[in-house]
């Protein structure tokens, strides 16, 4: 594997994410459920739309590789809450995995959000049964406060989300 690479979006990324939150084997585990082309295109727009807004409200970051980085292989959110607080979500292809990508993705935001924008609190909501979501977040020093019940509503029902959060003290300590 090549260099992470984390950067914006472009106006030509449709089909690499639409590979990403068009797959059901992703989209389970996420607070959507899988879109269409059409809605994928949506999706893109107002990503590549709210970009240049300053202050930005979001960061939506595809996760690439050096070698390669025209192609997708995941991406990260922060979405800008509050005062000095984000909520944190990630995504890999199915494929990309269980390789340490995603722990080293989160690990760079993490060091965006409460380095360079100088955020005190970043929060990610995981699905109860997303056990490897979970794994990652606690291996990076998120504390769990608690279950969010009937938090997001995808794929026809309700479902709870199990609260996580990272204070700025306690990244550094984690990240030593």
Sequence with gaps: MGSLVLRDFEAGDADDLHAIVGDDRVTYWLSLESLSRDETQSLLDGILERQPDTPRSEF???????????????????????????????????????RGIARAAVSRTID???????LHRITANIGPMNTSSMRLVESLGFQREGTIRDHVHTNGAWRDSVSFSLLEGEWSLASD
């Design 60 to 98: 939506y970051l595809a996760i690439t590789e050096s070698a390669s980085p025209e192609v997708i292989i995941g991406f990260v959110r922060l979405g800008l809450m509050g005062v000095k607080a984000a909520d944190l979500g990630y995504v890999l292809r199915p494929e990309w995995q269980g």
């Design 112 to 118: 965006f959000g409460l380095g360079d924008l100088g």
